[in-house]
């Protein structure tokens, strides 16, 4: 009898987990939040009234102890399935830095890494920012540096996608029940402005077109669970910037307030847009989220996040075989939920444009304000042939 062979993740020989970052003590919050804000000229007072957030939970982020908790719950489902691949994380704002990261890969011998970045839908600070960092870091590094090749969105991968499925199963329990058979789902993700909305994907709008499709997935998901249909609602959450910016909306808070007028007698909030419970979940839905709930008299209970679920781990893995065996040359089937189907591997040019170059300039028209003031982004990053991320 032969051995069963071992699942072929070449041309990769390591993975690259590539995630925003945060601040692990209180002495890190203030330069953590000058590095998210670098250059947009965001006022001191500002930036302090931010850094209240992190007081709330010891003056640190969760983000980074949730990211050791996946790479380690990644590292055991790949072992058990005897895939042999380091794995590496770095950082857009905070240690360990990408640039750092990426030095140490090439000190390692790494020369081509999948790259998993912790953002599951399409957008020019979820997508191809991550691009840039990636460029400017094998930049920083030299000749050196790997190539990264980064994997698909997994917006609608069942490892993504069921662990929601079930925490929120889980949240409507801890409801009373008596309002449990008619609680509102209401999903929440970060807000982007509206611009970025528009452009975000290859035709357009993915943003809000995924997540509308992973809401839709787990309501789904939910009512075959719980035996009964729950009505949903996709809300925003974190606003930032000028007044003056059009974001999406409806905010959460203002979103809860509206349902408790209309009757809804209870909401779970779900975070879809979120990985793991970072600052985004834990301050603006656990804390500013349910102060709003509390004081209307409206019954909460927040779902968990995906996090570090054993599920998402083996999706990891199964992105990863899918993207080597494509640049192989090979057609893996490509595991996908619901009606979108298994989003691109390599970005399109013009998908995602920096939203900079989308601000109208002095004199210009509002028609000039909806197009590229520079050449978009995607154009340098990716060669159609191989999937590689070539300067």
Known sequence: MHA?????????????????????????????????TAGRGVPRERLEEAAGHYAH?????????????????????L?????????????????????????????????RAAVLVTSAYGSYSGCAQYHEDLLAARAEVGERAPVFDKLRHFFNHPGFVEPLVDHTAEALARLPEQVRAGARLVMVTHSIPTVTARTAGPAGNAYVTQHRETARLVAEGVARAVGREHDWDLVYSSRSGSPRVPWLEPD????????????????????????????????????????????IGLPLARAATTGADPR?????????????????????????????????????????????????????????SEAPARAPRGAALSDERSGRMDP
């Open 4 to 36: 069963t062979q071992a699942p072929d993740p070449e041309p990769f020989d390591a993975l690259l987990v590539l995630s925003f970052g945060g601040p692990d003590a209180p002495d890190e919050v203030l330069p953590f939040l000058e590095n998210v």
């Open 57 to 77: 939970f010891g003056g640190a982020s969760p983000i980074n102890a949730q990211n050791r908790a996946l790479i380690a719950a990644v590292e055991a489902d």
């Open 79 to 111: 072992a058990a399935h005897g895939v042999r691949l380091p794995v590496y994380w770095g950082n857009r704002n905070w240690r360990p830095y990408l640039a750092d990261t990426v030095r140490r890969m090439a000190d390692d011998g790494i020369e």
């Open 252 to 295: 959460v808070n203002d979103h809860l307030v509206e349902l408790a007028a209309a009757g809804v007698p209870a909401v779970v909030p779900v975070p879809i847009g979120f990985l793991s419970d970072h600052m985004e979940v834990v301050y603006d839905l656990d804390v500013e989220a349910a102060a709003t709930a509390a004081r």
């Open 312 to 368: 998402f781990a083996a999706a990891v893995r199964e992105l990863v075989l899918e993207r080597a065996a494509t640049v192989r040359g090979e057609a893996p089937a490509r595991c996908a939920l619901g009606v979108l189907g298994a989003a691109h591997d390599v970005c399109p040019v013009g998908c995602c444009p920096d939203p900079r170059a989308l601000r109208p300039r002095p004199g210009a028209s509002a028609a000039d």
